[in-house]
């Protein structure tokens, strides 16, 4: 079965410190992947997106993901922390191309708390 | 961007009754959207897939006659919570994409409680 498994259920860094929020997905073929935040009670943002390509992404506020097939990771980063960024971070993958383009499989979220 | 309005926010009802929950593409023409279930602490779970002027696909395990879908536009899909008992108290996100490799843009949510 397709999943996506995020390990750290619960993540705390100090500002300013840099941070990587682990993917791992498991699908039959490299499928298309994304890291998305949800801040409390709100809906949730896309930060960046990997269909094809360079397996560096950047996306939006600052944060990077790196894939890599030989390990099944969609791993996020980000070099220095903001206190802003304190929120659910949800990686998500669904099988590239055809029509079921919409339906994501979500990993269980990790939450990133930010000390001062 | 690309935005999804979704209404109300926050919702509370008396169990029995039937609650709407309107999603709306607001700049964008969406032939699907999708509705995702959110548990407390936890991840998000497709309930359903909302296809403009067809019937929608649900999930297994989701009761079809109790979430009832309606996507009468290119730009409004609607979730119809019928019957509503305690254990429908969640949080529900709708989504939407206007072609087929974009990314999906994600309403605020509504956060249903049934009393």
């Known amino acids: ?116 | 961007g690309a935005v999804v309005s979704q209404h109300p926010s926050r919702v509370i009802c008396k169990s029995g009754t039937s609650v709407k929950i309107e999603c709306r593409s607001l700049d964008f023409q969406a032939t699907t959207m999708f509705w995702y279930r959110q548990f407390p602490k936890q991840s998000l779970m497709l309930m359903a897939t909302s296809n403009e002027g067809s019937k929608a696909t649900y999930e297994q395990g989701v009761e079809k006659d109790k979430f009832l879908i309606n996507h009468a536009s290119l730009t409004l899909s609607t979730l119809t919570v019928t019957s509503a008992h305690p254990e429908d108290s969640s949080f529900y996100i709708c989504s939407a994409s206007s072609t087929g490799n974009s990314p999906l843009h994600f309403g605020n949510g509504t956060r249903l409680t049934v009393t």
């Open chain 1, 1 to 116: 079965a397709q999943s996506v498994t995020q390990p750290d259920i619960h993540i705390t860094v100090s500002e300013g410190a840099s941070l990587e929020l682990r993917c791992n997905y498991s699908y039959g073929a490299t499928p298309y992947l994304f890291w998305y935040v949800q801040s409390p009670g709100q809906g949730l943002q896309l930060l960046l997106k990997y269909f094809s390509g360079d397996t560096l992404v950047q996306g939006i506020k600052g944060f990077e993901a790196e894939f890599k097939r030989s390990q099944s990771s969609f791993n996020l980063r980000k070099p220095s922390v903001h206190w802003s960024d304190a929120a659910e971070y949800f990686c998500a993958a669904r099988n590239a191309g055809g029509t079921s383009y919409g339906k994501l499989t979500f990993g269980q979220g990790t939450i990133l708390t930010v000390h001062p």
